[in-house]
C-alpha cells in the first residue's frame, strides 16, 4: 500500500514540476532523492548542495528534484519524467537508483547523468560517491577512547558494501586503540523510520553499549543518548541541536562543491562521465567539530582527520576477515574495487553479515 | 531486572501511538465508515503537535494542537464522504496522500529544530518504587492515555445507549435512518473521534517517541493501526493485545540481533507483523462471532434521502 501511495505521490509531484520547467535559455539540473528533503539526513544534505549550486550559478542554472522516489521500478520513471522535462543533467542520489539509471541513460543519450555510490556508468553515465568511510574510521577511535564498557551500538540500514564498508573502518578504527573493542550490530531495514532508529537505539544501549553510532538518517539515536546521558554520533547533518550533551562529532557530507563544478562543467560543453570517489581531503566528508570529549581525544580525532586526508586509507594491512584468513597483507591498500564491492566483515566484528 | 524493566518501558512507547490510533479507527469503522487517511491524519497531528509544541515551548499546548488538528483535518474526510457521499475508500487514500504532503510543507521551517518533550509522570516515592514503580506510575501521559481510552471507549460501545446505536448505524445504516437515528451525525462525530485519536498518536510521535519533526516520520504506523482493526475484528480488547504484541515482537526482534542471535535480519524486521496477524487470526477464529463484530455496512455511501 505504501508503494503505491510513493509511485502516486511522485507522479504528482511530477507533473507540477512540469509547469516550472521551461525557462529560456537556462540549463536545467535536476536531483531525485529517496528520502524527504526535510530528513534532516542524506537527501537534505544532498538537498543543501542543490541549493549551492543555484546559490553559485545564480541564474544560468534552473533546478527541480523528485523525493520521495522509492528504489525499484517507480525510479525508472522518476528519471524518465525529468530527461523528458528537458533536465540536461541529472542526479541520482541514491545506490538503489543505479539500475533505473543505467536504463535511462540509455534511452536519453543527449542527456548526462550522474549515479551517487553506485558502480555502473555509461557512455553519458558518471558515478561519484564520498568515501564516508574515512570518517567512519575516526568515529571508532573516538568510540574506543570514549566508551567505558568498550562496547558500541551500531544501527544500520540494509546490508549494502557502501554500509558494510562502514562498520568494517569503523571497528579498525576501534581496534587501533583498543583490540578487544566490540561492537553490537542491529539492521533496521530502513534508511528512515526514527522511532525504529529509536527503538533499536533503546535495545542496543539496554544491553550495554555505552556509545552509539548509525548509518540510517534521522536524529532520534542521539536523541535517546541524550536523554540516557551516554554518547554517540550524527550522520549526515550536524545534529549537534539535538543533542548537545551526546554528540561527539557527526559524520557529515558535503556535496555543494562536487555539484557546482559538475552542472558548470555542463553549463561550459566539458562535461565527461566521470568516477570519482570524494574523500576527507576533498571536503566531501567532514566531521562536525569534536564536542564532549577530553582534549586528548579530540587531538587524536584531529591527527587521525589529517593523516587520512594526507592520503592514507583505513583499509591498510595487515586485516584479518570475520573468520581470520588473511585479506590485507602488512602494508598493504584495499583497492576501491573490492571496497564498493566489500561483502564481507573483517575481523572482531561479532555479527552474522545477512547476505 | 532492569533490562527487563527497560524493555517493557520501550514496548510500551512503541506501541501506544498504534493503541490511540487503531482505537479511534475502531470506533469510526463501527459507525460504518472507512477511513484509511489514518496516517494522513497522523502525520498532521505530528506535525501540529510539534509546531504547537515548539512555537509556544508547551508540550501541553502541542499535545492539544495535535488531538485538533487531527481532527479537523478528518472533517475534511467527514463532508466528502458523509455530506457529498464520495466513494470513502478513495477519498481516505487522498487524506493520506494529503496529509503526508501538507505536513511536509507546514513543517518545513521545523526540519532540524530540536522540539519540546512531554515530561514523564513522576510521582514522588512512587515512581521509585523497584520495578513496578516506573511502570505504573513513571511513563509518559500519553502511555496513561492510551489505556484510559481502550477502557472508555469498550464501555462506550457496549454498555452505553450512544454505543448500541453507533454499532447499530455499523451493521445497517438504513434501518438506523428508519428508526429516525441521525446517521449522518453519528458518523460526522465519530470520524471527528477518529481524527482527533490518530492527531494524538502523530503528537505522541513527534513529542514523546521521538521529539522531532522529520517529514514522513509516522513511516507507516496509520496503516499498521487500520491493519490492526480489522484483524482484531472490531473489538477494543483484541486492538490492545494486537498493538502490544506488535510492540513487543518488533521491540524483541531488536533486542534479539543486538544479542546476536544468528537469524536474518530481514526475517526478524518481518516478525512483527506476521506475529500481530497469526496471533489475532487464531483469536479472531470463531467465524461467527467475528461475522456479528464486522459492521455491516462498512464503507457504504449513506446518502439519507435516497
Known amino acids: ?355 | 531486572m532492569d533490562i527487563t524493566v527497560n524493555i517493557l518501558l520501550t514496548i510500551a512507547t512503541a506501541a501506544t501511538p498504534l493503541l490511540i490510533a487503531a482505537i479511534g479507527e475502531l470506533v469510526v469503522e463501527r459507525s460504518g465508515v472507512l477511513n484509511l487517511g489514518v496516517e494522513g491524519m497522523m502525520i498532521m497531528g505530528a506535525v501540529g503537535g510539534f509546531g504547537a509544541g515548539y512555537l509556544t515551548g508547551s508540550p501541553w499546548i502541542g499535545l492539544l494542537a495535535a488531538i485538533i488538528v487531527g481532527a479537523l483535518f478528518s472533517l475534511l474526510f467527514a463532508v466528502m464522504t458523509l455530506s457529498l457521499a464520495t466513494n470513502q475508500v478513495a477519498t481516505g487514500l487522498s487524506l493520506t496522500l494529503l496529509g503526508l504532503g501538507l505536513s511536509g510543507m507546514i513543517g518545513t521551517s521545523f526540519v532540524g529544530q530540536p522540539g519540546v518533550r512531554l515530561p514523564n509522570l513522576d510521582i514522588p516515592g512512587l515512581s521509585s518504587i523497584p520495578v513496578v514503580g516506573k511502570l505504573i506510575f513513571g511513563q509518559d501521559p500519553v502511555f496513561y492515555i492510551s489505556i484510559a481510552l481502550t477502557a472508555a471507549v469498550m464501555w462506550f460501545l457496549f454498555k452505553t445507549r450512544t454505543g448500541l446505536t453507533l454499532r447499530s448505524i455499523g451493521d445497517s445504516h438504513t434501518s438506523a435512518h428508519a428508526l429516525g437515528i441521525k446517521v449522518i451525525r453519528y458518523r460526522y462525530l465519530a470520524v471527528m473521534f477518529g481524527g482527533a485519536c490518530a492527531g494524538l498518536a502523530g503528537g505522541h510521535l513527534s513529542l514523546v517517541y521521538t521529539p522531532q519533526w522529520v517529514e514522513n516520520m509516522s513511516a507507516g504506523r496509520g496503516w499498521i493501526a487500520l491493519a490492526l482493526v480489522v484483524f482484531a475484528s472490531w473489538r477494543p480488547w483484541r486492538v490492545l493485545a494486537g498493538a502490544y504484541i506488535f510492540g513487543a515482537v518488533w521491540i524483541g526482534q531488536l533486542h534479539a540481533q543486538a544479542f546476536g542471535i544468528p537469524v536474518p535480519s530481514q526475517f526478524l524486521s518481518s516478525l512483527p507483523y506476521l506475529a500481530t496477524i497469526v496471533v489475532l487470526v487464531l483469536i479472531s477464529r470463531n467465524k461467527r462471532l467475528t461475522m456479528m463484530n464486522t459492521p455491516a455496512s462498512l464503507g457504504q455511501p449513506f446518502v439519507p434521502d435516497r
Open chain 1, 1 to 355: 500500500m505504501k508503494k503505491l501511495l510513493i509511485a502516486l505521490m511522485t507522479t504528482a509531484a511530477a507533473l507540477s514540476l512540469a509547469a516550472s520547467a521551461e525557462a529560456a535559455g537556462k540549463l536545467k539540473a535536476c536531483w531525485v532523492y529517496t528520502g524527504p528533503i526535510g530528513d534532516f539526513g542524506y537527501s537534505y544534505q544532498h538537498d543543501q548542495g542543490r541549493l549551492e549550486v543555484e546559490k553559485a550559478l545564480g541564474d544560468k542554472v534552473e533546478t527541480a528534484y523528485l523525493e520521495n522516489v522509492s528504489e525499484g521500478p517507480d525510479a525508472d520513471r522518476a528519471f524518465e519524467r525529468l530527461a523528458r522535462e528537458k533536465c540536461k543533467i541529472i542526479f541520482g542520489t541514491s545506490f538503489g537508483f543505479m539500475d533505473a539509471e543505467v536504463k535511462v541513460a540509455k534511452k536519453f543519450p543527449k542527456v548526462m547523468f550522474e549515479h551517487a555510490t553506485g558502480f555502473k556508468t555509461g557512455g553519458n553515465l558518471g558515478i561519484y560517491n564520498a568515501r564516508f568511510y574515512e570518517g567512519r574510521y575516526v568515529l571508532g577511535q573516538i568510540a574506543a577512547k570514549e566508551s567505558k564498557k568498550g562496547l558500541a551500538g551500531y544501527i544500520v540500514s540494509f546490508p549494502i558494501p557502501e554500509v558494510v564498508m562502514g562498520i568494517n573502518s569503523f571497528i579498525l578504527g576501534a581496534q587501533s586503540v583498543n583490540p578487544d573493542f566490540k561492537v553490537k550490530i542491529v539492521w533496521v531495514n530502513s534508511w528512515f523510520d526514527p522511532g525504529k532508529e529509536a527503538d533499536a537505539a533503546k535495545a542496543l544501549f539496554d544491553q550495554g553499549a555505552d556509545i552509539i553510532v548509525q548509518h540510517t538518517d534521522s536524529t532520534a539515536a542521539l536523541q535517546v543518548a541524550e536523554e540516557r546521558k551516554l554518547h554517540g554520533f550524527g550522520q549526515s547533518s550536524d545534529m549537534i541541536k539535538f543533542a548537545p550533551n551526546a554528540q561527539l562529532t557527526s559524520l557529515t557530507d558535503e556535496w555543494g562543491p562536487y555539484y557546482i563544478s559538475r552542472v558548470q562543467a555542463a553549463l561550459d560543453g566539458t562535461w565527461k562521465p566521470d568516477n570519482v570517489w570524494l574523500g576527507i581531503k576533498d571536503g566531501a566528508v567532514k566531521l562536525a567539530p569534536f564536542t564532549n570529549m577530553p582534549d586528548d581525544v579530540k587531538a587524536m580525532a584531529e591527527a587521525t582527520s589529517k593523516k587520512i586526508a594526507g592520503g592514507w586509507n583505513p583499509f591498510t594491512g595487515p586485516v584479518s576477515k570475520q573468520d581470520g584468513s588473511p585479506w590485507l597483507k602488512d602494508g598493504e591498500v584495499a583497492d576501491d574495487g573490492t571496497l564498493l564491492g566489500m561483502n564481507f566483515y573483517v575481523k572482531g566484528i561479532d555479527d552474522k553479515l545477512p547476505q
